[in-house]
């Protein structure tokens, strides 16, 4: 009797008695929104991203932030990075900040719940001390990188600072530098650890893994966008060769994909599993940052906050969920993972921080219901001029501009008409898995999904103000004119005031960014050509002065 009480009492405790979902989280690496064939992209063939895309739930309006850093510290925070100082630019690797050590992070909180946490890729929230780096913030293994991009071949992270480059070797098998991958592919790298960490799963035990992929972010400025050659050459149809470069590296991270897939059914495990995949931030589009996504047919690029850096591609797959094979219109924003897993492991979430910004969205995806969530904060920066997005239901105000206007445009052009091969999708190795659990992919539903997902622009009104934001503020109608064609803030005075009241309410609320100035300690010529945990050390400055 004494023993059934134990196990009752250890049950309550870590909520065990129960068998919870593995959670598997793909993210990727400025992704556009027209990147994908689900959203109608036909030069680039997506088609595990696709099948599981077709048979789970499509994120219509799946919102992120304008850049790396803040979109990954929202992730594992709960909260606008406005809330914690993340909003202002990306960490780069000679910097002593991270993401502060007083927040309790997405795997920590899962940990409390009896889960075992791995995180494969890119961790970019801090690395000057060792505290701040991912198996001291809730993860037990972690194969990847920490500071914001790398070389695919050879692993080198290449910064300016102090008017110079730096160049450092960046993987890390856990806490010690991975040099015998030098030469192998980043993204086959990080899909063979994911493979092997699902394969060593102890089955009886919740699995949450965070794949992080480097893929589809350009890497060091002699050559940004890498892939096999072999990869590239499938794609000799696309005649912009950057382009072509692009659709080699994301056809690589669509292959992982089908082996994450294929790899948890498996091991028994895809039937029990809630696989999310989204990108960080828009794509990087006509050559921004040398790269060549596109966010086709919205406007702008990462790192402003039109809809084309903020409105990610993104997909929820799961047997758990209620009528797959849709598309959910309802706004989410990255913080409501947070909530949403943790209440998906059976916690009390009336018990978390007050202050998490995010919400449980469960409810609302599994049911097509309308969402909670009303209001997103796109950004709010400050430093060095004033740079802000809200949107509020259909209302979107855009205050400041990050680049002068530079990126404010309409990029790339549709490849809507160009075949799309079903059958490839149906045979992929994700279309094969969700098979073998009942999922069908039928023409029909997939023609009828892609069209779905279709973004219909609407007209021009010739009548109306261009939008400056440099200038003044403008107001859009998100839900009418998702390409953000017609600026309303003449035409409606009354919302746009409405509007300015709730940026200013947002912006009350605002903490300073954490970013300070780069600290000439981290030199990586000064630790082996290792970007390192420098802040743990005697300042190698001050000892050769």
């Given at each position: 009797?004494?023993?059934?009480?134990?196990?009752?009492?250890?049950?309550?405790?870590?909520?065990?008695?129960?068998k919870?979902?593995?959670?598997?989280?793909?993210?990727?690496?400025?992704?556009?929104?027209?990147?994908?064939?689900?959203?109608?992209s036909?030069?680039?063939?997506?088609?595990?991203?696709d099948?599981l895309?077709?048979?789970?739930?499509?994120?219509?309006?799946?919102?992120?932030?304008?850049?790396?850093?803040?979109?990954?510290?929202?992730?594992?925070t709960?909260?606008?990075?406005?809330?914690?100082?993340?909003?202002?630019?990306?960490?780069m690797?000679?910097e002593p900040?991270?993401?502060?050590?007083?927040?309790?992070l997405?795997?920590?909180y899962?940990?409390?719940?009896?889960?075992?946490?791995?995180?494969?890729?890119?961790?970019h929230?801090?690395?000057y001390k060792?505290?701040?780096?991912?198996?001291?913030?809730?993860?037990?293994?972690?194969?990847g990188?920490?500071?914001?991009?790398?070389?695919?071949?050879?692993?080198?992270?290449?910064?300016?600072?102090?008017?110079?480059?730096?160049w450092g070797?960046?993987m890390?098998?856990?806490?010690?530098?991975?040099?015998?991958?030098?030469g192998?592919?980043s993204t086959?790298?990080?899909?063979?650890?994911?493979?092997?960490?699902i394969?060593?799963?102890?089955?009886?035990?919740?699995?949450?893994?965070?794949?992080?992929?480097?893929?589809?972010?350009?890497?060091?400025?002699f050559?940004?966008?890498?892939?096999?050659?072999?990869?590239?050459?499938k794609?000799n149809?696309?005649?912009?060769?950057?382009?072509?470069k692009f659709?080699?590296?994301?056809?690589?991270?669509?292959?992982?994909?089908?082996?994450?897939?294929?790899?948890?059914?498996?091991?028994s495990?895809?039937?029990?599993?809630i696989?999310?995949?989204t990108?960080?931030?828009g794509?990087?589009?006509?050559?921004?940052?040398?790269n060549?996504?596109?966010?086709?047919?919205?406007?702008?690029?990462?790192?402003?906050?039109?809809?084309?850096?903020?409105?990610?591609a993104?997909?929820?797959?799961?047997?758990?969920?209620?009528?797959?094979?849709?598309?959910?219109?309802?706004?989410?924003?990255?913080?409501?993972?947070?909530?949403?897993?943790v209440?998906?492991?059976g916690?009390?979430?009336?018990?978390?921080?007050?202050?998490?910004?995010?919400?449980?969205?469960?409810?609302s995806?599994?049911?097509d219901?309308?969402?909670?969530?009303?209001?997103?904060?796109?950004?709010?920066?400050?430093?060095?001029?004033?740079?802000?997005?809200?949107?509020?239901?259909?209302?979107k105000?855009?205050?400041?501009?990050?680049?002068?206007?530079?990126?404010?445009?309409?990029?790339?052009?549709?490849?809507?008409?160009w075949?799309y091969?079903?059958?490839?999708?149906?045979?992929?190795?994700?279309?094969?898995?969700v098979?073998?659990?009942?999922?069908?992919?039928t023409?029909?539903a997939?023609?009828?999904?892609?069209?779905?997902?279709?973004?219909?622009?609407?007209?021009?009104?010739?009548?109306?103000?261009?939008?400056?934001?440099?200038?003044?503020?403008?107001?859009?109608?998100?839900?009418?004119?998702?390409?953000?064609?017609?600026?309303?803030?003449?035409?409606r005075?009354?919302?746009?005031?409405s509007?300015?009241?709730?940026?200013?309410?947002?912006?009350?609320t605002?903490?300073p960014?954490?970013?300070?100035?780069?600290?000439?300690?981290?030199?990586?010529?000064?630790?082996?050509?290792?970007?390192?945990?420098?802040?743990d050390?005697?300042?190698?400055v001050?000892?050769?002065?």
């Amino acid at each position: 009797m004494l023993l059934f009480l134990l196990i009752i009492l250890s049950c309550f405790k870590i909520t065990m008695c129960k068998k919870l979902p593995h959670i598997i989280f793909i993210l990727a690496d400025d992704l556009g929104w027209y990147d994908v064939g689900y959203h109608g992209s036909g030069d680039i063939k997506t088609h595990n991203i696709d099948a599981l895309a077709y048979t789970g739930v499509i994120l219509d309006r799946n919102y992120v932030t304008p850049l790396c850093t803040p979109s990954r510290s929202a992730l594992m925070t709960g909260k606008f990075p406005i809330h914690t100082g993340m909003q202002h630019k990306v960490l780069m690797a000679a910097e002593p900040w991270g993401l502060s050590l007083s927040e309790k992070l997405l795997p920590e909180y899962l940990r409390d719940f009896g889960y075992r946490n791995h995180i494969v890729g890119k961790w970019h929230l801090g690395h000057y001390k060792i505290k701040y780096t991912p198996l001291f913030r809730g993860f037990e293994s972690h194969l990847g990188f920490w500071t914001g991009h790398q070389d695919y071949y050879d692993h080198v992270a290449v910064e300016k600072s102090f008017s110079k480059q730096l160049w450092g070797h960046d993987m890390r098998r856990n806490l010690e530098p991975a040099w015998d991958l030098y030469g192998k592919y980043s993204t086959d790298v990080f899909t063979d650890e994911s493979v092997k960490i699902i394969n060593n799963h102890n089955k009886s035990e919740p699995l949450f893994l965070y794949l992080a992929h480097t893929a589809v972010h350009s890497g060091n400025p002699f050559k940004p966008l890498n892939a096999p050659d072999d990869s590239i050459i499938k794609f000799n149809n696309i005649t912009n060769y950057q382009r072509q470069k692009f659709a080699g590296m994301l056809s690589k991270l669509d292959d992982s994909v089908g082996k994450i897939i294929d790899t948890l059914k498996k091991n028994s495990m895809l039937n029990n599993s809630i696989i999310v995949f989204t990108t960080d931030n828009g794509g990087a589009a006509s050559g921004f940052d040398s790269n060549a996504a596109s966010n086709f047919p919205l406007r702008g690029t990462k790192g402003n906050v039109w809809e084309g850096s903020v409105r990610g591609a993104g997909l929820i797959w799961s047997p758990l969920l209620k009528r797959p094979g849709r598309t959910y219109r309802g706004k989410i924003h990255i913080t409501d993972w947070l909530p949403t897993f943790v209440g998906l492991a059976g916690g009390d979430k009336t018990k978390l921080p007050k202050n998490i910004d995010g919400l449980d969205v469960w409810d609302s995806l599994n049911n097509d219901k309308p969402p909670a969530r009303r209001t997103i904060v796109h950004t709010i920066d400050g430093n060095p001029q004033y740079f802000a997005s809200v949107t509020r239901d259909n209302m979107k105000i855009i205050k400041g501009s990050n680049y002068q206007g530079k990126w404010d445009g309409w990029y790339e052009s549709s490849t809507w008409n160009w075949p799309y091969n079903v059958d490839a999708v149906v045979q992929s190795q994700a279309g094969r898995a969700v098979a073998s659990l009942g999922f069908s992919i039928t023409p029909q539903a997939v023609f009828k999904l892609r069209k779905e997902s279709q973004i219909n622009c609407g007209k021009k009104d010739s009548t109306l103000r261009e939008c400056y934001p440099q200038r003044s503020p403008c107001l859009f109608d998100i839900d009418l004119d998702p390409c953000e064609l017609n600026n309303l803030a003449v035409k409606r005075p009354d919302l746009l005031e409405s509007m300015l009241r709730e940026l200013h309410r947002w912006n009350s609320t605002v903490v300073p960014p954490r970013n300070v100035k780069p600290n000439p300690n981290a030199n990586p010529s000064f630790w082996n050509h290792l970007w390192t945990n420098f802040g743990d050390y005697p300042s190698p400055v001050t000892a050769s002065s």
